[in-house]
């Protein structure tokens, strides 16, 4: 804690810090990680807590659309001479086929994740351009839900899982 806030816990009176304290209580709720009737993302879905078929996490998600985005950046950058325009155009078509046809991209297989069906089965087509063409709206992914869904993932019925 720095020394800037550390008068704020000991000024706050005792009726805010409850009855262990502030520091107690963070303390207390930290040690008995998993807290009882907190769940996992993917618990929901059926899917295990860690390891392959497990949730993704933002991080790698994140991670593998950088990639992805680069990649066509790259891609446009030695097609055209004005690239602004072409990496949103083949990043939408790479995103789109390799979703439809294996629910994996570049990036997303470089850092070990996949887009499943929830009810298991192929993604497809049509799916797979929902599911793009929600992505490309930027803000709707940002929306997720305990599972890590964003809503481009809920209205497709997909759900990104580790390899």
Same mark, same amino acid.
């Given at each position: 804690m720095s020394a800037l806030?550390?008068?704020?816990?000991?000024?706050?009176?005792?009726?805010?810090? *409850?009855?262990? *304290?502030?520091? *107690?209580?963070?303390?207390?709720? $930290?040690?008995?990680?998993?807290? #009882?009737? $907190? #769940?996992?993302?993917?618990?929901?879905?059926?899917? =295990?807590?860690?390891? =392959?078929?497990?949730?993704? *996490?933002?991080?790698?998600?994140?991670?593998?659309?950088?990639?992805?985005?680069?990649?066509?950046?790259?891609?446009?950058?030695?097609? $055209?001479?004005?690239?602004?325009?072409? $990496?949103l155009v083949i990043f939408a078509v790479e995103d789109y086929l390799l979703t439809a046809v294996g629910g994996i991209t570049i990036g997303k297989r470089l850092l070990g994740i996949r887009v499943i069906r929830v009810g298991g089965g192929r993604i497809g087509f049509g799916w797979a351009a929902l599911r793009t063409l929600l992505l490309l709206t930027v803000i709707l992914p940002l929306f997720t839900n305990r599972d890590l869904r964003g809503l481009h993932d809920r209205a497709a019925d997909t759900v990104i899982v580790r390899l």
């Open positions: 806030f550390h008068w704020c816990y000991d000024w706050l009176p005792a009726c805010l810090q *409850g009855t262990a *304290g502030y520091r *107690g209580a963070v303390a207390q709720q $930290t040690a008995d990680a998993p807290a #009882k009737g $907190t #769940k996992y993302p993917g618990e929901d879905l059926g899917l =295990p807590a860690e390891g =392959p078929m497990s949730v993704a *996490g933002m991080s790698r998600r994140i991670a593998a659309l950088f990639v992805d985005w680069l990649l066509c950046l790259v891609i446009a950058r030695g097609l $055209t001479h004005d690239p602004q325009y072409w $990496t």
